[in-house]
């Protein structure tokens, strides 16, 4: 127990304020918790396990767990911070570690903004269950709709693999105890399993398929880039 609470370099005390502290909780809570389960509710659960797809098509579940962790995280994001802002402490502020976690924090928080605003951009839906018409940015894959898929796929995942350099270097720099290391090892760890094991499993389905089936009439799916190619 000793060696579990004892700080992660001896040479270093782990001192650090209220507002440092939180800092740190929320932003492991965003960027280590809710974005890759927001990540693998949206590149595996689009259709659901026990969906009798083709048949049922269009579950919103993967949707709302995605929104939910994506708005949650960029909330939690800007609390975080509103705190390392606001801390009459920061802690070490010339080590070559402290710039490493700013230039890696701001990265992070400006790519997470570009995710929640993108998703303003992406367009109409349209489609035949659509009640403004059957048109749309995604049904008919537009270029805009296209901008938007790779864009928010780009970014997103360069923020999740830039968020877990950041908190890395944030818990060196606050010299962490080492039952936070290995906490969070132990989930990015299990988080990892399960991507692989879904992946394996052929539970990557493509949103537009999702959404409105395979059927070659959809004009998405009758694209030379259709879903077979876009993954």
Do not use: C
């Not at 370099?9 to 960027?31: E, I, K, L, N, Y």
């Not at 802002?85 to 790519?111: K, Q």
Request: glycine fraction near 12%; avoid cysteine.
């Amino acid at each position: 127990m000793e060696w579990l609470f004892a700080a992660i370099d001896p040479s270093r005390p782990h001192d650090v304020g209220s507002a440092v502290a939180w800092h740190g909780r929320v932003m492991v809570a965003a960027w280590g918790v809710l974005v890759p389960v927001g990540v693998i509710a949206a590149r595996f659960f689009k259709v659901l396990p026990r969906q009798a797809f083709p048949d049922v098509v269009d579950s919103r579940a993967w949707w709302r767990t995605h929104l939910a962790a994506q708005i949650g995280a960029v909330g939690l994001m800007l609390v975080g911070l509103g705190l390392i802002l606001t801390a009459v402490d920061r802690g070490p502020s010339l080590t070559a570690t402290s710039w490493v976690h700013r230039g890696l924090g701001w990265a992070v928080l400006w790519l997470g903004l570009v995710q929640a605003a993108s998703g303003v951009f992406r367009g109409s839906k349209g489609g035949p269950t659509d009640p403004k018409g059957r048109r749309g940015d995604h049904y008919d894959m537009t270029p805009r709709r296209l901008a938007f898929e790779a864009l928010h796929k780009v970014s997103g995942y360069a923020a999740l693999l830039l968020s877990m350099l950041a908190v890395l270097s944030g818990l060196w720099q606050a010299n962490a105890p080492v039952w936070m290391w290995l906490v969070l090892t132990i989930w990015w760890v299990f988080v990892g399993w399960l991507f692989v094991l879904f992946q394996r499993r052929g539970m990557v389905i493509d949103t537009y398929v999702a959404i409105w089936g395979p059927d070659a009439i959809h004009p998405g799916n009758a694209r030379k880039d259709g879903p077979h190619m876009r993954g």
